[in-house]
């Protein structure tokens, strides 16, 4: 059992969200979706819960109104294997209606936070050539979407 799970609150997309996030992600799925019964505190029917998995990682979500809202302070970090990856998600997390923020973060359209992050870009920027990770993370400091060729040509000095 995962002791931790991350609870993401909706107004009332809670399963639309799951779904789309699934399809998204390898090994994702809906496990379970609970309505709101004739006690309340919404009304009877409305989905209440849906627990779901993202590539194996356990998460709930829950319809708890529109009154609470996300900040890019807490947000999914998506750790990408290639560009290709990066590109494929940040394009599907804006559709409709996400907006990009900045070094890889962006608001989907439900409005929750996630940073789309190329795992090579922690390779530049820890790299114990200080001049060079300084200038990679000048360079991702300046992009919305993580430009992983971007970052990797200012690491070698081809851009200032």
Same mark, same amino acid.
């Given at each position: 059992m995962q002791k931790i799970v991350t609870n993401l609150w909706y107004d009332t997309q809670a399963e639309e969200a799951a779904e789309f996030y699934c399809s998204l992600f390898e090994d994702s799925k809906i496990t379970n979706v609970v309505p709101y019964s004739e006690v309340g505190p919404r009304e009877a029917g409305l989905t209440m819960l849906v627990d779901?998995?993202? $590539? @194996?990682?356990?998460?709930?979500?829950? $319809? @708890?109104?529109?009154?609470?809202?996300?900040?890019?302070?807490?947000?999914?970090?998506?750790?990408?294997?290639s560009q290709d990856e990066v590109d494929r998600l940040w394009t599907a997390l804006l559709a409709d209606g996400g907006q990009p923020i900045e070094c890889g973060w962006l608001n989907d359209k439900y409005g929750i936070p996630w940073q789309i992050w190329p795992v090579e870009a922690d390779t530049l920027l820890t790299s114990t050539n200080r001049e060079a990770a300084n200038r990679a993370m000048q360079a991702m400091l300046g992009m919305q979407k993580i430009d992983l060729q971007g970052m990797r040509d200012a690491y070698e000095g081809k851009i200032s």
């Open positions: 779901f998995e993202l $590539n @194996g990682q356990k998460f709930t979500a829950i $319809n @708890g109104g529109g009154d609470y809202h996300y900040t890019h302070a807490m947000s999914l970090l998506v750790n990408c294997d």
